[in-house]
């Protein structure tokens, strides 16, 4: 894919970029390695000055950051806004924590005695350069969640986007640099992703942070695991929504339409399996089904609109592939199904019932706006659907039994229990998953200790 900004509302190319050669790479490289020896002894509070003042500018920039996102990857022009927002505010949380997060932690007297120490503590240090792989669909929040707390830690970071957000990411090094970091702090590698294996085996990189694809993670996951470098993975997610009788229905099916559709239906946290006990199943059908059918799609920057594009041809194409797939192996059509007559990315939102484990659509993500539908008999049936997918990203339940409720908790493999709510992201709380999901944490005091060097110190009597 070529590093350019491409609108998927219209099909038009925009702005492109070189990549940068072997020569700017290995400046870069340096100027980070730098950077690290001088953060790292920054205080807590100088870092806090400057990521207050990042959220401050980004407050400012919000309207124009909008209108960056929305024409490089299509999500509707609210939702950007709500993304730089959301961003400002994680910076915040972060500047605000930091410091408590990462203190020097005593263990208990009696094991400090036992140890045959005067005294011992755990000491959190930053580990240094960071390479960052992201994806399109969030493209600032994908970012800050891992820059605010890498920044505050004392790391640095170098950030390989999504060849389709080249504006993106070149505004987010501008808006770390203006907020006060120091040069080579964060910067945006404009390179692709072929050259990814050559900036993370080099030793100045000493882990690596992936957002994205399963295969994109097994990728890069196998060059860390062979220079044994750490590394944090999100990747797919085919979350369940699971819908049994004691639920609020007209509430359910609400919020279940916009899981399914926040994004364009391009978020891995998104709802996309809709798991519904029989005795409710035709009611939530009927309800969910109409509330998709409702939605406005069309431009993403008029504010009227509820769905925009797809990000990329090839991602239509390949959500297209599996609706096909299910319709031709008997799923019923509810809603949607079939491409729209204009230019632009365009698919709409679409429900699909009937789905069997021969499907495809059973086992694979679809990221886009496409629902399948699934009738099951009783609570353990429900956890046996959830539970058969590759994937174990997050969940969400609704029920007002307090045994379901228990056994969803205890048995849904997943990262995430989200109880009659929609699964967000939230800095205070740990993200990430299970199974092909990936491993590791984001955001909360998990996401920031990632990237540390957990140090014990001991010193003797």
């Given at each position: ?139 600032m929040w994908q970012v800050v969640r891992f820059a605010a707390p890498a920044l505050m830690a004392g790391n640095v970071g170098l950030l390989k986007h999504a ?52 295969p994109a993670g097994r990728s890069v996951a196998s060059v860390a695991g062979d220079e044994i470098k750490k590394t944090v993975l999100e990747l797919g997610g ?224």
């Amino acid at each position: 894919m070529p590093i350019a900004t491409v609108n998927p509302a219209t099909g038009e190319t925009l702005k492109t970029y070189d990549a940068l050669g072997e020569e700017e790479i290995e400046r870069r490289l340096a100027t980070a390695d730098a950077a690290f020896r001088s953060h790292r002894t920054t205080t807590f509070a100088e870092r806090a000055l400057r990521m207050n003042r990042a959220a401050d500018l980004l407050d400012e920039d919000q309207q124009h950051i909008a209108r960056v996102m929305t024409t490089e990857m299509g999500k509707p022009i609210k939702q950007a806004r709500a993304e730089a927002a959301k961003c400002a505010k994680a910076m915040r949380w972060y500047a605000d924590h930091a410091e408590q997060l990462l203190a020097d932690e005593e263990p208990a007297e009696r094991d400090v005695k036992d140890s045959g120490a005067s005294w011992a503590l755990v000491r959190y240090r930053p580990l240094g350069p960071v390479l960052a792989v992201m994806p399109w669909n969030f493209p600032m929040w994908q970012v800050v969640r891992f820059a605010a707390p890498a920044l505050m830690a004392g790391n640095v970071g170098l950030l390989k986007h999504a060849s389709n957000v080249p504006q993106t990411a070149l505004y987010l090094e501008d808006l770390f640099r203006r907020a006060g970091f120091a040069e080579g702090c964060f910067q945006t590698l404009l390179i692709g992703s072929g050259a990814v294996e050559r900036v993370l085996r080099d030793p100045r990189i000493k882990a690596a942070t992936l957002t994205g694809s399963e295969p994109a993670g097994r990728s890069v996951a196998s060059v860390a695991g062979d220079e044994i470098k750490k590394t944090v993975l999100e990747l797919g997610g085919s979350d369940p929504f699971i819908v049994m009788p004691s639920a609020e229905l007209d509430r359910a099916a609400g919020v279940a339409v916009t899981a399914r559709v926040q994004n364009n239906g391009q978020s891995c946290i998104a709802a996309k399996r809709f798991i519904v006990h029989t005795d409710v199943f035709d009611a939530f059908a009927e309800r969910f089904t109409a509330g998709m059918r409702a939605l406005r799609v069309g431009d993403p920057m008029e504010e009227e609109t509820d769905v925009g594009p797809l990000s990329t041809e090839q991602g239509r194409a390949d959500l297209e592939d599996l609706v096909v797939d299910a319709v031709g192996a008997g799923a019923d059509v509810l809603c949607g199904g079939e491409r729209p007559a204009r230019p632009g990315w365009f698919y709409p939102p679409t429900v699909l019932a009937g789905i069997t484990p021969r499907m495809r659509i059973h086992r694979e993500e679809a990221f886009g706006p496409v629902a399948t539908l699934y009738r099951v008999a009783d609570l353990d049936e429900a956890v046996a659907v959830a539970n058969d997918s590759p994937f174990g990203l997050s969940s969400n339940v609704w029920t007002h039994n307090g045994v379901e409720l228990d056994r969803f908790v205890q048995d849904l493999e997943a990262g995430g229990v989200y109880v009659n709510g929609m699964t967000a992201s939230h800095p205070a709380f740990p993200f990430g998953g299970v199974k092909r999901s990936g491993h590791g944490r984001e955001l909360s005091e998990h996401g920031i200790r990632e990237f540390c060097n957990i140090t014990t110190v001991w010193h003797g009597a």
